[in-house]
């Protein structure tokens, strides 16, 4: 498991860009936080390197934003409202199969549906510093964990 401390949203950002850089379509990215620690600053970047040039919104009423203007195409999707179900009627595996790279905020309303592999990150705020955030990655399978080396690098 790999941390990374940044003390801007635009560092945030930066990593998330580093990380679209190395998607592939079919990778499934779930982001995991509190309100405001940062799941959508971190999208953006990703975004941004994906050559999106959208601005990124967080889909939390739409539950899904699709942008398919850039290098491969971005699925959006916030599930907190899925809190007491009906993501089963989404047909998100047809994302998690699809074209793109999915990524997923507050992940754990739907963990029954999600795949055995994908890059679980965690965004956590630092109690001391509001401006610090820890940004945690957990792989889970082999491709993953190879995204994540390559970001280390």
């Not at 998330?16 to 499934?28: F, T």
């Not at 600053?41 to 990703?46: A, D, S």
């Not at 993501?87 to 963990?111: C, R």
Request: glycine share 10%; no cysteine; charged share 25%.
């Amino acid at each position: 498991m790999e941390s990374i401390t940044v003390t801007s949203p635009e560092a945030t950002m930066a990593i998330g860009a580093k990380l679209g850089q190395l998607v592939q379509p079919g990778d499934l990215i779930l982001l995991d936080g509190d309100l405001g620690a940062g799941k959508t600053t971190f999208t953006k970047g990703l975004a941004k390197s994906l050559g999106i040039p959208n601005n990124v919104k967080s889909p939390t009423f739409t539950l899904i934003r699709e942008y398919r203007q850039g290098r491969l195409p971005l699925y959006h999707m916030d599930v907190y409202r899925l809190e007491d179900g009906g993501a089963e009627d989404l047909g998100l595996d047809e994302y998690f199969d699809g074209d793109g790279v999915s990524v997923v905020e507050w992940s754990q309303f739907i963990a029954d549906l999600l795949p055995t592999t994908y890059l679980r990150i965690a965004i956590s705020r630092d109690t001391d510093a509001d401006d610090q955030r820890v940004i945690t990655f957990k792989p889970i399978g082999e491709h993953y964990q190879r995204l994540v080396d390559q970001l280390k690098e």
